[in-house]
């Protein structure tokens, strides 16, 4: 039986419109065509609780699901705006729920929300393009989420804010210099939640796209000095994640294997998948 996925878009309707128009899909639902890339017989449905007025499932509803993915977001959580709180909301129902849950950034960020943990701005700064020299913890060493990383890997990656005070139940996986939450386990009533603060679905094509928008932060925080350096670097990630064999710009860029192969760049989804969903869907006798 053909794996069914929930994606809960984190973003309000103007940025995932606008992510649609540069792009071609919102981040929703390019998130579901990565998980269909994995698993090619699943389905999804996408929620938007971040929409006032939005369907969303009650505890019954989430259960019916095998797996459960939470994207990125535009958002802060520390805001606690109506927009926010709802989907903190909603991420306690999926706890209540007991079915798999994946979250990717503002996921990883409203897992630990909903657990008791707390979100606030990075003092060290963004973390923008790609999170570098990615280390697994002692933990993080024997988990499943990350079978086969190596010792240190980047993945991409754009966020401000981090996990800064930890919930109760907690296993902390990975870490970098700049965030000492990268990858965790969370237990909460029940539920079992895996996420990374990082964005293993995004390809170089996608996260051009992204940076492209976000010339004007890049600009005034300094990590390009002008329009012609914003240009330049983004069209070479454009061409990377066309022509992956580019060895001159994966020199340049500090990148290998683990960002411009597809199937190691998903690595944590398809762990998620391999490991958590389909022997969880069994015991649910959801075979």
Same mark, same amino acid.
Request: glycine share 10%.
């Given at each position: 039986?053909?794996?069914?996925?929930?994606?809960?878009?984190?973003?309000?309707?103007?940025?995932?419109?606008?992510?649609?128009?540069?792009?071609?899909?919102?981040?929703?639902?390019?998130?579901?065509?990565?998980?269909?890339?994995?698993?090619?017989?699943?389905?999804?449905?996408?929620?938007?609780?971040?929409?006032?007025?939005?369907?969303?499932?009650?505890?019954?509803?989430?259960?019916?699901?095998?797996?459960?993915?939470?994207?990125?977001?535009?958002?802060?959580?520390?805001?606690?705006?109506?927009?926010?709180?709802?989907?903190?909301?909603?991420?306690?129902?999926?706890?209540?729920?007991?079915?798999?849950?994946?979250?990717?950034?503002?996921?990883?960020?409203?897992?630990?929300?909903?657990?008791?943990?707390? $979100?606030?701005?990075? =003092?060290?700064?963004?973390? /923008?393009?790609?999170?570098?020299? @990615? *280390?697994?913890?002692? #933990?993080? &060493?024997?988990?499943?989420?990350?079978?086969?990383?190596?010792?240190?890997?980047?993945?991409?990656?754009?966020?401000?804010?981090? $996990?800064?005070?930890? =919930?109760?139940?907690?296993? /902390?996986?990975?870490?970098?210099? @700049? *965030?000492?939450?990268? #990858?965790? &386990?969370?237990?909460?009533?029940?539920?079992?939640?895996?996420?990374?603060?990082?964005?293993?679905?995004?390809?170089?094509?996608?996260?051009?796209?992204?940076?492209?928008?976000?010339?004007?932060?890049?600009?005034?925080?300094?990590?390009?000095?002008?329009?012609?350096?914003?240009?330049?670097?983004?069209?070479?990630?454009?061409?990377?994640?066309?022509?992956?064999?580019?060895?001159?710009?994966?020199?340049?860029?500090?990148?290998?294997?683990?960002?411009?192969?597809?199937?190691?760049?998903?690595?944590?989804?398809?762990?998620?998948?391999?490991?958590?969903?389909?022997?969880?869907?069994?015991?649910?006798?959801?075979?």
């Amino acid at each position: 039986m053909a794996l069914r996925f929930l994606v809960v878009e984190g973003n309000v309707k103007g940025p995932r419109e606008r992510h649609r128009d540069t792009y071609g899909k919102t981040y929703s639902d390019s998130y579901g065509a990565t998980l269909q890339g994995i698993e090619p017989d699943s389905i999804y449905d996408v929620a938007f609780p971040a929409d006032e007025g939005a369907n969303l499932p009650d505890v019954a509803g989430l259960e019916s699901y095998d797996g459960i993915y939470l994207t990125g977001s535009a958002l802060n959580a520390y805001h606690a705006t109506p927009e926010i709180l709802r989907q903190v909301d909603l991420m306690r129902a999926v706890f209540k729920s007991r079915t798999p849950v994946f979250g990717s950034c503002w996921g990883l960020q409203m897992g630990a929300l909903a657990a008791g943990g707390d $979100v606030q701005a990075n =003092p060290l700064g963004r973390e /923008v393009g790609f999170a570098r020299r @990615l *280390t697994k913890t002692e #933990a993080g &060493e024997s988990h499943p989420l990350l079978e086969g990383r190596p010792d240190s890997w980047d993945a991409p990656a754009i966020h401000l804010d981090l $996990v800064s005070t930890l =919930p109760g139940d907690v296993t /902390v996986l990975a870490k970098n210099s @700049l *965030t000492a939450v990268q #990858a965790a &386990e969370i237990r909460h009533e029940g539920g079992v939640f895996w996420g990374v603060q990082y964005h293993p679905e995004f390809s170089l094509q996608e996260l051009s796209v992204i940076l492209d928008r976000y010339k004007p932060t890049l600009l005034a925080e300094g990590f390009v000095q002008s329009d012609l350096d914003h240009a330049a670097y983004v069209a070479e990630l454009r061409a990377m994640g066309e022509d992956p064999t580019r060895r001159d710009l994966a020199w340049k860029h500090g990148l290998d294997a683990e960002i411009l192969d597809p199937t190691k760049r998903l690595t944590e989804l398809r762990n998620f998948i391999t490991h958590y969903v389909k022997p969880t869907k069994s015991a649910r006798g959801r075979a």
